[in-house]
């Protein structure tokens, strides 16, 4: 692993450009029209499936890029397009993830296949974690994992909120308490197989913003899946939750210890997933603010107001300028923390959360000064800047909320559990 650089190089920037060309002539001109619909975008999926873009191969071979680089350039460029329809497109990588940073290599091999499919035809797939009473609290978690050791069985009851592709998917990768007096040391990971009996939709969510993103409730009802369902396997399952047991005897694991960080320590498998796609989902985040900050410069260029561009003015101005460097300083938070764990350093100052925190706070500044920058017109909905800012509130609150990701970086930055 080389030392941090901020030059791409020639594959690299082949990706984005690639990338951005799909986003600027499938994604945006779709945009709008999925928007208002509120359905997943099916036929841009499958587009995006045809050249290769939705795929495990393209996905890998970004996952593994070796300056870490590769998945925050994409999700970029794709966020640039539209939120929406850019997390219809990545929202199996969430699963993918899950499946990855907790299963064995004959699961990833047997199940991340199946959550793409193939251009003819193309699946989705969901992580199933937050609940309607246990969101950032994952220690709340309720939904119950039982083995049925006769039948080599694991049953699974209880309901998931807030879930991409949720009752749509093929393959539901679903975190669920095996043990429920060691907190969120008790928990694991199960998939879900296409056509289980037992595993329904509930309600699907009208939202504010990533409206072609299908988001619902998940209702688990005695779904029974086999033993080789459980991520990681009953052995090591088994092995972690007798240390997990053996240190809360000791009284070194009681309620209101700090979490551990770091990919050394036993994480619950939730965080495990969370962790590894933060600055990814803050990649995202500098997607959207990018977008609307070249609406915004592009009208501040051309809109005349007393016989001047209104760019002229120095309260235009200093906007845009404000604009471009919290775009930038957030880019270089993302990419810092990408190839850091494309590196194995350790996040000594969570720097993972610190990416994600302030990518999607500027989102959210940013996607606003537009609006202002446009005035009336940004109020309405023939500019896109008003779509990109209802977009961008998710980003302070889904994948960990700022108010939780300030407090794992205030946590790991004082090594005190503040609460």
């Known amino acids: 692993m080389g030392e941090f650089a901020l030059d791409l190089g020639d594959d690299q920037k082949a990706v984005r450009d690639w990338v951005h060309g799909f986003a600027a002539d499938v994604i945006r001109p779709a945009a709008a029209e999925w928007d208002e619909r509120e359905e997943t975008p099916w036929p841009v999926i499958q587009e995006a499936a045809k050249i290769g873009l939705y795929s495990l191969d393209f996905y890998a071979q970004q996952y593994f890029d070796p300056t870490g680089l590769g998945i925050p350039v994409v999700m970029e460029e794709l966020f640039w397009g539209d939120a929406g329809i850019g997390l219809s497109i990545v929202g199996t990588a969430l699963a993918a993830v899950g499946v990855l940073a907790n299963g064995t290599e004959e699961q990833i091999g047997t199940w991340i296949p199946q959550m793409y499919g193939d251009e003819n035809d193309v699946k989705v797939a969901a992580f199933c974690s937050s609940e309607p009473d246990a969101g950032s609290d994952v220690s709340a978690m309720r939904t119950r994992a039982v083995y049925d050791e006769a039948a080599d069985e694991w049953v699974l009851n209880g309901t998931k909120t807030w879930v991409t592709n949720g009752g749509i998917a093929g393959v539901h990768v679903v975190v669920a308490v095996v043990d429920p007096g060691l907190g969120a040391k008790g928990h694991a990971s199960f998939v879900v197989p296409p056509g289980t009996p037992g595993l329904s939709q509930g ?37 972690r939750l007798a240390r997990a047991r053996e240190r809360a005897k000791r009284g070194k694991a009681g309620v209101g210890a700090p979490p551990a960080e770091g990919r050394g320590s036993v994480r619950n498998a939730a965080m495990a997933t969370f962790e590894a796609s933060r600055p990814a989902v803050g990649a995202q985040a500098v997607g959207i603010a990018r977008a609307a900050y070249e609406v915004a410069l592009d009208y501040a260029r051309t809109r005349v107001q007393f016989g001047r561009p209104i760019i002229d003015n120095q309260g235009i101005a200093f906007q845009l300028a404000d604009m ?79 108010e939780i990701q300030r407090l794992v970086v205030a946590r790991t930055i004082s090594g005190v559990h503040i609460r």
């Open 203 to 239: 309600q699907k969510f009208k939202k504010h913003g990533i409206r072609a993103s299908h988001t619902a409730e998940v209702v688990l009802d005695g779904v029974r899946v086999p033993g080789h369902c459980l991520l990681g396997g009953k052995e090591k399952l088994d092995e």
């Open 324 to 402: 471009r460097t919290r775009i930038d300083a957030a880019r270089l938070l993302v990419w810092r923390a990408s190839w850091m764990a494309a590196a194995g350093k350790p996040f000594e100052a969570a720097e993972g959360s610190m990416s994600k925190l302030f990518a999607g706070e500027t989102a959210k500044a940013v996607t606003a000064q537009a609006i202002q920058i446009l005035g009336g017109n940004g109020f309405t909905r023939e500019y896109p800047v008003e779509r990109m800012h209802r977009d961008a509130a998710i980003y302070s609150i889904f994948e960990g909320t700022s």
